[in-house]
């Protein structure tokens, strides 16, 4: 019923999205695969983060991709912060407590950003969002298609990042043996706000990304870190190249579900892959066997 | 003879039932009415996660169960509102018992046990929201009939009295239980799984009965919520507000305590109408509140407020004592 | 009574437990040592259902329980203590021990006083109120061998209950068990300790590398060569003998 001219063209759409979408998980996955804990404020964040974005357009006229020089700092700033004066300090070491903390700071970001800005539904209109690049039969969006560039750019830094540098090797080591890095003398709690904020700033980043294409509002961040979520389990809780890899796939997943089951029950194909991971295999398609 | 735990029970309860001689107000009603529906559905959350400490985040597919089961019973088959009381409570229970089968037997727990039951919310959301049988987007109106056989009551206070009777059975339930062995079992489970199985306890069963327990009970919650709002949708049923609400009360009230979702949701909900006093007409300003008490109440006061108070009495009593 | 046959447990490419068996006599205490590493606590867990055995089999009473879930086995009269203490820690030591007495006795009432009971018998009974987490070592000890006992197993399965604790803590405790044998109970116990086992067990059984290496009386199985071997090195026992054969044959002879 569909020409297979629409069904590619949605299966592309549908990885420039994931790509994304890899970049928000990004974030998610590295907190937890260092901390080892469910950041539930990640899609909060993100919604903050696209407000922070929308802001600067609005009020300075930031073109949009020109405000990640600012609001990636600015995040890894903040998720430093957050982490090192209130999560660690308040959760006693308790995974639980911590799950249940950043599930506090998700309805507090969320709410505050109802009370200061309102439920409206704001996004930043311009000629480059709905821009379109003819690649032979197909139309593609040229924002998604930076925006996809840009989210593999940021992951090749990440990789880097953690290959390459000494915080990446000390990340890699607290992740590994939380004691035995703290007894070489790196400082485990720096570590962890490192690593928080890297995740904060990732989130910037797809932030300033998704803005030209998309639009903000103060309860966004639930769409997200549905699909956040589902991108991490199936990936692999904490493996970066499982969480690009799960964002592609729930990208094209999204897509062609909502292209067959149409707008609203499109969000359930998403549901069920998150459902029945954890049901059969908690550790992701690229985890090892538990 | 009054057993152990239950005298302070009777007098919450008979302290709640006393209001409307002594107030008159609407708005007392309804505020009152709303929060005993929240610490119905917070005390079956309580039961699995305070007491057995499996945390859920996704407490709302039982009160949406609830709530569409005996609104469709009502709309669509014409039947009795407290048979499908019952039968709504049934439906709770099964689910939990679904849900629990699926995801203990899979060995989730922790962080991946509350994300399961968020998703497992997330889809029924999506599913009411979507399906003719729940009325789609529009949601479902149950006829305005008021009188007894129709569990509906034009006076506030009287509904007051019903949601407070709820209250009340659901409070007698769970401190029979923590008095019971299954209770012992359940906190054995919640503090640690294996040396529980090494004193004889079956952890799956132990967990089994505690989600459909608490899946019935939160279930009561949503039938009182559609019986008295008259109304419900896909967004109220299975909307995450109804999984934090069920969350938050026994967390700042005392988690695992029979009282504390009680305790918690009037101290949540009392607080949040002081700050929209105060603050006007801010949206979301009360649960701005509400995310800095759970903040705070983690950092400082794991036990939450029973569990202050608690600890204030022994250091009282070994004063006293010394 | 206890009957581990051709107990072996692979986990991957590592073989912990290699082909191993013993018999438990009712009514003794029977020690299982071995070097660190040798696979006693995995074989522990084996008998106690924590673990399915890649191939063998336990039975208790010559019924097969190589399938039963760990709580069926605790019913069936099989009680453990574990290496790492695992108190309840959020409870406090009489609601830690009646979790155990629950398991024979449905009414709180009856639990509550067996626990009383048990306490009594392992010298708890004064700390009855005391948060679990609140204890010494030694209390933690005696706690974890409370819980197991209210559960009224048939055979115990304690393992390493006196690591960790200071020689006059082992000369208090070692009554306790021999209390509870006496009270009709079978004990298998894993201990480093040798002193204990010299003086409690009556049979020795001995685990080096997943396998059981030698059996018999304590004295017989610590002169035994492949026991001296395991423990301290191949050809340690062959220069054992020589040195004490030149001690006793020096020049003074």
């Known amino acids: 019923m569909f020409s297979p001219t629409i069904i590619i063209e949605a299966m592309i759409n549908g990885l420039l999205t994931g790509a994304i979408y890899a970049l928000v998980a990004l974030g998610l996955t590295l907190v937890y695969g260092v901390l080892h804990i469910i950041n539930f404020a990640h899609g909060a964040t993100l919604a903050a983060a696209m407000f922070a974005v929308w802001g600067l357009n609005a009020a300075f006229g930031i073109d949009t991709y020109w405000t990640i020089p600012i609001v990636t700092p600015a995040f ?12 660690g300090p308040a959760a006693h070491g308790d995974d639980g407590n911590i799950l249940l903390i950043t599930l506090g700071i998700s309805i507090l970001i969320e709410n505050a950003l109802l009370a200061g800005f309102g439920s409206d539904t704001r996004s930043i209109p311009s000629d480059f969002s709905f821009a379109i690049v003819e690649a032979g039969p197909f139309l593609l969006s040229s924002a998604r298609l930076v925006g996809a560039a840009g989210s593999l750019v940021v992951a090749i830094l990440f990789w880097l990042l953690m290959s390459r540098t000494d915080t990446g090797k000390a990340i890699r080591a607290v992740a590994r043996e939380k004691l035995g890095a703290n007894l070489v003398g790196i400082n485990v709690g720096h570590i962890y706000a490192i690593t928080f904020g890297l995740g904060c700033a990732a989130l910037a980043v797809a932030a300033s990304l998704l803005m030209p294409t998309f639009y903000v509002n103060p309860r966004i961040g639930g769409a997200f870190v549905n699909i956040a979520f589902t991108v991490v389990v199936l990936g692999g809780m904490g493996s970066i190249p499982g969480a690009m890899a799960g964002g592609l796939i729930i990208g094209m997943v999204e897509s062609l579900s909502g292209l067959l089951l149409g707008e609203s029950l499109g969000q359930i194909g998403i549901f ?19 | 003879m009054i057993g152990r735990g239950y005298l302070p029970i009777i007098l919450v309860t008979l302290l709640i039932a006393a209001t409307p001689l002594v107030i008159s107000s609407n708005s007392f009603f309804n505020f009152t009415v709303l929060v005993l529906i929240i610490a119905l559905a917070a005390q079956g959350w309580n039961l699995l996660g305070g007491i057995g400490g499996q945390t859920s985040f996704g407490h709302s597919m039982f009160f949406g169960i609830g709530a569409y089961t005996a609104s469709m019973l009502q709309t669509h088959l014409g039947v009795n509102a407290w048979l499908s009381l019952v039968a709504a409570i049934a439906a709770g229970a099964l689910a939990g018992l679904i849900v629990g089968f699926l995801s203990f037997r899979a060995g989730l727990r922790g962080s991946y046990f509350a994300l399961v039951t968020l998703a497992f919310a997330e889809l029924l959301r999506v599913l009411a929201n979507a399906s003719e049988l729940t009325g789609g987007a529009a949601g479902l109106l149950l006829k305005l009939d008021p009188g007894f056989a129709n569990m509906q009551f034009s006076s506030r206070p009287t509904f007051m009295l019903l949601a407070l009777a709820f209250v009340f059975a659901s409070l007698v339930i769970t401190q029979k239980i923590v008095n019971s062995r299954f209770g012992a079992h359940l906190v054995a489970v919640r503090e640690n799984e294996d040396a529980a199985k090494a004193l004889g306890v079956d952890v799956l069963t132990v967990k089994l009965k505690a989600i459909s327990l608490s899946g019935a009970m939160t279930a009561a919650a949503g039938v009182l919520y559609v019986q008295y709002f008259l109304y419900i949708d896909a967004g109220i049923a299975f909307g995450i507000w109804i999984s934090i609400e069920a969350l938050l009360a026994p967390m700042v009230g005392g988690r695992g305590m029979v009282l504390g979702p009680l305790i918690g949701a009037f101290t949540l909900h009392g607080l949040g109408e002081i700050t929209k006093s105060f603050a006007g007409r801010v949206p979301g300003i009360d649960l701005i509140v509400f995310a800095i008490v759970l903040i705070v109440v983690i950092a400082f006061a794991s036990s939450g407020i029973l569990g202050l108070l608690k600890k204030l009495a022994d250091r009282f009593s070994s004063k006293e004592g010394a | 009574m206890l009957k581990v046959e051709n107990a072996t447990m692979r986990f991957g490419g590592l073989i912990a437990v290699n082909n191993a068996s013993l018999d438990v006599r009712e009514g003794s205490i029977t020690g299982l040592i071995g070097p660190n590493g040798a696979g006693k606590t995995t074989l522990f867990a084996i008998i106690a259902g924590f673990l399915k055995p890649t191939e063998g089999a336990i039975s208790l009473y010559g019924k097969d329980i190589t399938t039963e879930q760990p709580h069926r086995r605790a019913i069936s ?3 453990r203590t574990f290496q790492i203490v695992q108190p309840f820690a959020g409870l406090n030591v009489h609601e830690n021990i009646t979790v155990g007495a629950y398991l024979r006795h449905a009414k709180p009432s009856d639990a509550v ?17 005391k948060s679990a987490a609140s204890l010494t070592v030694a209390g933690r000890k005696r706690l974890e061998l409370a819980r197991a006992l209210a559960t009224e197993p048939k055979i115990l399965l304690l393992d390493e209950v006196l690591a960790g604790l200071n020689p006059s803590e082992i000369r208090d405790i070692i009554p306790v068990i021999r209390t509870i044998r006496n009270s009709g109970v079978t004990i298998l116990m894993i201990e480093h300790v040798m002193q204990a086992v010299m003086n409690l067990c009556e049979h020795v059984y001995v685990l080096a590398q997943g396998k059981m290496i030698a059996e018999g009386t304590p004295t017989v199985v610590c002169n035994d060569q492949a026991v001296i071997e395991a423990y301290l090195g191949k050809g340690s026992a062959e ?12 020049p003074n002879a």
Not at chain 3, 239 to 250: D, K, L, M, V
């Open chain 1, 76 to 87: 890894f700033v903040l998720g430093y912060v957050v982490q090192r004066f209130v999560i």
């Open chain 1, 272 to 290: 069920i892959i998150f459902i029945l991971v954890l049901l059969l295999r908690p550790t992701g398609l690229f985890g090892a066997k538990a």
């Open chain 3, 77 to 79: 009269g099989i009680a």
């Open chain 3, 113 to 129: 006083e067996k626990a009383r009971e048990v306490a009594r018998q392992v010298g708890l009974e004064k700390d009855l109120e």
């Open chain 3, 239 to 250: 220069r054992i003998a020589r040195q004490s054969a030149e001690n006793t044959g020096g």
